[in-house]
């Protein structure tokens, strides 16, 4: 049997976005095998209840666990927020979410302790990212403000249009009037819409994207715990592995997209069969 | 047992929008009862594939018999185009869907051959409109048009919003410079924008509402197949039943925002099981 320690991570999202996180990850921990799954079939899930959330997630798991992952990574706000800590007492591998890493970061870098948090219905309904913020810094004030119409308006492609821009300052007028200094970014769709974000909010205000804490998180985690991968020689095909629960070749495109290669192969999977 | 005529109706969609439908069948036939049942966990259908379709409509159907429905109304246009040919021969009761309706009125009452189509991605790339309007007038030149933004909006709530005013001349400009007399709101949600659809394509651009036709359709079949209740004492807790697949206090607020009285029970079911 293969050495655990190049077994591959596996990392999973809603849909598309989270392949920003694995970005990310292929970024920081080069040498690190993935295996991400987006839920397609049934995508989105930032307007949906905790039960569903869980349910999915917990189907997903034990799907990426058939791939003999040695590590989760919940690429997705949403089911970071809704479904970690349920799922964390049920698996015997390390399972991390984007949520705590961003809001640790968050809590940690603001000067004036006004945060501003964006990100699906269900995120900011679940209160996580203000829970966690101010357990590290209990005089944070949080500001929490959902953006429903951010996903759609990236998954039309308009990044940089008059008409996302007027979407945006009507979110994010709110949180400009609370004098905030740092932004997360709680949904792995809105680092695509950066430079609109930076517009509105201007320079002074830090964005925090949670994809690229998660992914420094899970690199100090894996070399922790004994499990980063030792080994440089892992074949170019079986580093990236990827797997949906509907329109395989949609997702391709995509993710040709944001990766910094072409995605050739994307297997098309049942997940409400595990 | 009781009588096929007292049997209820099933009536289904991705979520919400279906409720339009729903609302024509009680006020054109207000002495049918109806099984409701709205896939909000797996809402959108509209960016799926068909095999996905499918494959969630199938098991919606399963569920609705086990209610002892006499007839099924698929109230959503894409599983409409993509599930009805496939679900028909499948079931020994009467299944309807949207598309029909809206494309044979549409073809009947154009006058100069020019009818724009609006719906979502999947039911647009299924041409299903185009080929109905075709067959019933083979001059008749077919726009069809994605406009995926409008239900996000729509479920926003900005019906009369600036954003969408804007949103909608951009999806709305390549078919008014077809020029176009008639204009199929090929979504369920797409009615609740009528105002705005109206005054972007003027007075003279006739907006076909295909939950109108589909209950016109629907009473017809029901009498032509002797299946049309003819009682009029059936108990008021009856008559209305609605179930979801998430969330069902969020539903039941929309339910009550769309139909002409208060929703007062949403079951929860996991659709998956049937």
Redesign the interface.
């Known amino acids: 049997m293969e050495n655990i320690r190049q077994a591959p991570i596996g990392v999973f999202d809603s849909g598309v976005g989270g392949l920003t996180v694995a970005r990310e990850i292929m970024r920081q921990i080069p040498n690190e095998r993935i295996v991400y799954f987006g839920d397609?079939?049934?995508v989105p899930y930032g307007?949906?209840?905790k039960?569903?959330i869980i349910?999915f997630s917990r189907q997903i798991v034990h799907f990426l666990r058939t791939k003999g992952v040695k590590a989760v990574v919940i690429a997705c706000n949403t089911a970071s927020a809704l479904a970690l800590e349920t799922l964390q007492p049920e698996v015997d591998i390390p399972i991390i979410g984007v949520v705590l890493p961003g809001a640790r970061v968050a809590a940690e870098t603001t000067k004036n302790g006004k945060i501003g948090v964006i990100a699906t219905e269900s995120t900011i309904e679940s209160h996580l990212y203000n829970r966690v913020i101010q357990e590290r810094n209990p005089n944070a004030q949080v500001f929490g403000k959902a953006c429903?119409?951010f996903c759609?308006?990236v998954?039309?492609g308009w990044l940089k249009d008059?008409?996302t821009v007027?979407?945006a300052n009507?979110y994010l007028e709110p949180l400009l009037a609370t004098g905030i200094d740092t932004l997360v970014m709680g949904c792995t769709h809105y680092p695509l819409l950066r430079s609109t974000l930076r517009e509105i909010m201007g320079d002074k205000v830090n964005l925090v994207n949670p994809a690229y804490e998660t992914a420094r998180e899970l690199k100090a985690l894996l070399e922790e715990k004994g499990l980063a991968n030792d080994r440089q020689d892992i074949p170019a095909d079986s580093m990236y592995q990827f797997y949906v629960?509907?329109?395989a070749s949609?997702f391709q495109r995509f993710a040709s997209s944001i990766l910094p290669f072409d995605v050739d192969t994307t297997r098309l999977i049942?997940i409400?069969d595990y």
């Open positions: 397609t079939a049934r307007s949906k209840s039960d569903t349910r429903p119409l759609p308006l998954e039309e008059p008409v007027e979407v009507r629960s509907d329109a949609k049942h409400e």
